[in-house]
């Protein structure tokens, strides 16, 4: 009977729990919606902020990914065989029940994941645009024909891989979604997605949103407490409905579903950890490189696996840049995201505080003014730190050999050419992202196009965007996001038609 009922309808959107109230401060987004008829467990969600529990989301599980995957499945054929055309205006109109909702989702979404409210809005309008960005590109995901042969043509062919499978993180809880939908969306294959535990609701509004613009079936969101998500992973890997497999988040769970992937063969995208390397060379502008670092280091209180992570200074400005960034450092504002003028909130939760804080020596540049704010706040809210790292030392600090994901500072001094400091931040398993600021471009460039990273920004510290595509290399994962032509093609097979004895 539960079968039949899903199969119908979007799962998850309208899951069986009557508990599920959103509470968002002066106004309820969709809360009481997904009241049906049967109960289901639920598990909490928490406002990092102050430990309250703003919401609940239904705890599912293996059976009922399997019921997700089948309505996934129902809604492929249809899906896939509706003209591109079409898909873009329905992604459209999703794209634009987001931006009307704009303000409500924002607000969401630092209830439950912490970030400051201006970044929660910047991250509607980030996540919005990959869904506008995939509508324009999925009517120009067209294939190729060779004419060049006398009684043969040859030509390839776009097709939609199938059903996908999204995992995706909490701290982007909306923008994780949206770059992985809308791509797969935009080539035709329709996806179950699995949000983080810590930030089901913004998922379930976002598939809310959906509704009416896309058919039933084809975007489907299982929710699951984390005890349940392995179980989730399991029968998502394994399933041979499922052709392609899209994970981001920690580079652990990435490698294991990566092996898991291995038995269906599926097409697969990874986006891992990172821990990116800021290099700040001796003819940089101090000015900008603070700016850049402010922005890269602090979105969302470290807390993006773009975040600068290493930071290499050159000897000959190492004293200034450390001051500058210091006096920038104090002015930042600890607080609840929802607060006026906030700029640094709390973590996503007390283990990854608990984490952060064991990464921070006891001779760490803390401002007194962040730790007693920190402390008076709560547990999750961790104060900003320096950390000074010493290359010469056998064994450097924890906070710069992992990525810290959280506002700590790992600041490094390199002596000698370019080639050191090229040499020190290609040392790392990962490879995602890295920074260089520098007065001298084609120095910056030379440096830029030897860092074993997927992306890199000079003189800029915050590069991400629809139109480039994401990822990294060595552990930090595989596939792109976003970009022309890269995102969408992870979610297309090239088909191959070869057209012989013609006799013209
Ligand atoms: N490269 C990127 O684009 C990118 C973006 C965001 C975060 N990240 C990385 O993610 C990490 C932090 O995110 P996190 O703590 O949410 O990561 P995580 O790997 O713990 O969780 C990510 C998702 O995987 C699910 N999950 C956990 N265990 C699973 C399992 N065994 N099988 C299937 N699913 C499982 C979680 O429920 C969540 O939905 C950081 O390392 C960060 O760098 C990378
Ligand atoms: O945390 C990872 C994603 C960050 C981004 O898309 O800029």
Redesign the pocket.
Known sequence: MMRRFVRTRRFGTRADVDETVLVVPGKTLIGGEWVGAQKRAVFPVFDPATGDVVGSAPDMGAAETEIAIDAASSALESWRRTSPRDRSRRLRQWHDSIVERREELARLMTLECGKPLAEARGEVDYGASFVEWFAEEGPRCVGSVDASCSDRRMLTTRQAVGCAGL??????PLG?ITRKAGAALAAGCTVVV?????TPLTALALAKLAEGALPPGALNVVT?A?AN??????V??ASPVVRALS????????K??YA?CAGTVKKLG?????NAPFVVLDDADLDLAVECAMASKFRYSG????CADRFLVHDAVFDDFEDRLLRAIRKLEIGRGLDDGVTLGPL?NQR?ADRVRSLIPDDAAVFDKHAAAARALGPTFVAPALVRVDLDLDHPPPCWDN?N?GPVVPLARFRGDDDAVIEIANRHATG?AAYVVAGDLRRAWRIAERLETGMCGVNQGIISTATMP???VKE??IGR?GGIGFGISEYLEDKYLCFGNLHF
Do not use: H, Y
């Open positions: 995992i995706t993180p909490w701290n982007f994780m699995k949000p983080a535990e810590d699951a984390r998500a392995p179980a989730v992973g399991e998502l890997c994970f981001t988040g920690s580079t652990e769970v990435g294991r579903l898991q990874l986006e891992l950890g990172g807390q993006t696996c773009v996503i990854a990525e994901f995602l994401f990822g990294g930090s994962g996001e």
